[in-house]
């Protein structure tokens, strides 16, 4: 068995009709005015206009260079997409100190695990910094395992979401649901064999989330409802 490159936090997996798969950042970390306000922060440094949500939500996209071309009407050149990118992290990581989780993540993530189900996190969010935030807001023990983004931001979720599934034996891609608030997260789903839902929540519009041809609600507790439809 190869090593495994994230983080197991319990031996608690086993066969569980459904197993959902997380998003972290927009989705159980309400942390959207963080985002605008790191995004604003680090276009201010490099001189383009700040952006509104509604702005932000109808053009965002993964990868994230191409999220910035709709912005800017080209793409960054390498050097640009470093600056950005190391700018926004710099940003985020003060403006994130006042965000909280989710409406109603504490009772979802308690009843789904005492229903004998299984959950667990992957995020795009670096590794080492998304483990001591989920431990944190004291909710690591609800979840089989928690897996953040390792190599360079920007990209897509679609190999980590397999690489994430494939370690934990006992899960089946196809009894998994990924919850998400990005389109990324229902193309990562549907490369891995997974089902997906999103949230309107976090990055994107309704209207962005609806292209993607999978369920979409307004609140995780219609999200996790769904879930436990999905797979019979």
Not at 43 to 58: D, K, M, N, S
Not at 101 to 117: I, K, N
Request: proline share 3%.
């Amino acid at each position: 068995m190869g090593k495994r490159t994230g983080t197991d936090l319990g031996d608690r997996m086993g066969q569980h009709a459904t197993h959902i798969v997380w998003d972290w950042n927009g989705t159980l970390f309400h942390d959207i005015d963080a985002v605008i306000g790191a995004t604003n922060s680090a276009f201010a440094e490099i001189g383009l206009e700040p952006v509104t949500l509604e702005t932000y939500r109808e053009l965002y996209c993964v990868p994230v260079p191409r999220f910035y071309e709709r912005l800017m009407g080209r793409l960054p050149t390498d050097a640009e997409w470093l600056v950005m990118d190391e700018a926004f992290h710099r940003h985020y990581s003060t403006h994130r100190l006042g965000c909280e989780l989710a409406e109603g993540v504490h009772a979802l993530l308690e009843g789904w695990q005492s229903a004998g189900r299984s959950q667990s996190i992957l995020s795009m969010y670096g590794h080492d910094e998304l483990i001591p935030i989920v431990r944190d807001f004291g909710i690591a023990s609800r979840f089989v395992r928690v897996d953040g983004r390792t190599g360079p931001s920007g990209g897509t979720k679609s190999a980590h979401m397999v690489r994430h599934l494939a370690a934990m034996e006992s899960v089946d891609p196809g009894r998994t649901v990924v919850i998400g608030d990005a389109v990324d997260d229902a193309v990562a789903a549907q490369d891995a064999g997974a089902y997906a839902v999103l949230y309107t929540g976090g990055s994107h519009s309704r209207g962005s989330l609806e292209t993607a041809g999978v369920p979409v609600v307004d609140t995780l507790a219609e999200a996790v409802g769904l879930a436990g439809e999905i797979v019979l």
